[in-house]
């Protein structure tokens, strides 16, 4: 809300006529129908006096704020992409500034600002060229000044960003420090990296990149589908269970899981439903392959992943934990009156 509007409002509200508040504070009544009208303002020196007149504070009655709310940042957007569908791309890039003036520590607004205004360069490519030059520039000043953030979030989503420019330019060296901004944990850091060491030459790196994601990246569906069946059997939709856990099952055959994380699923499901032969079945099928030596590098999707030349002991690590676990669990304890589970403890044991 502007000055004028507050001085009105408030006015109002406290029931003043704008002679009444005029003479309170020693100026005419004109004077207060201009401010209000917005135009002109009050003296500095009468601002302390008007707002203690007004019963607000200095910030209050300036319309003082120190930054927006990510509502605010998203209304001015929608308002900045309208403006650049009917004024045009330079009208848009003004606005932008005017608000990033009126802003100017709001790092959260510039970064936002700066992907906009990409994007309408992008849908408005008829701007000359040398004008086109500017605006792009003016862009990446924005994003580079958010690299610098004092929030972490707005740093790493610029430094992303702004890598993945530097790569398409052949900025090798400026993408290479930016990724290195990035931390291990960022979702597509590795994608973005494959894509640098590719430009480099490097392709065996990228290569190891890409698989390793494709990787973790199926575990990860695995890990959330597990957790679906956990909800829907906790919702009694038994029947939404089963498909989750084909899913899950299928996912892990298709990606070249190892065998334990084929039939996690499906394992959760039969032990959920106390389905003692179908346990004992998975179960024995889960125990061996924990015996047998699994190379994640012979599978095609993963060719150019490290060997794992002690996959077989690695495993064979998991199986007495894994056996003492299920021993334990109470949700178990239905496999003690199925015939064959002494056997298979006996079996797997001995290993």
Known sequence: MNLNEIIRQRRQALGLT????AERLGVSAPAVNKWERGLNYPDITLLPTLART???DLNTLLSFQEDLTQEEIGQFLNALYETSRQEGAPAAFAMARAK???F???DSLAYSVAGLL???????PEEPGEEREKLEEEIAALYERCVGSADPRVAEWAAYTLASRCIGRGEQERAEEL???????HRDKRELLAALRRKQGRTEEAWTLLERELF?????IQTTLLHLIDLALEEGEQERAGQYSDVAERVGEVMDLSDYAVLSAPL???IARKDGPGTLALLERLFHSLTVPWDLSQSPLYAHLPTKEAAGECQAVLLQPMLEQVERDPDCAFLRAEPGWEKLLRRYSKN
Do not use: Y
């Open 100 to 102: 990033l003036r009126e």
């Open 268 to 270: 959760q499901l039969a």
């Open 216 to 220: 973790d990246r199926a575990h990860g």
């Open 118 to 124: 990409e994007g309408i360069l992008v849908l408005q």
């Open 18 to 21: 704008q002679e009444g508040l």
């Open 104 to 106: 100017p520590n709001s």
């Open 54 to 56: 007004l019963g607000v």
């Open 179 to 185: 990724l290195e901004r990035l931390s291990d944990t």
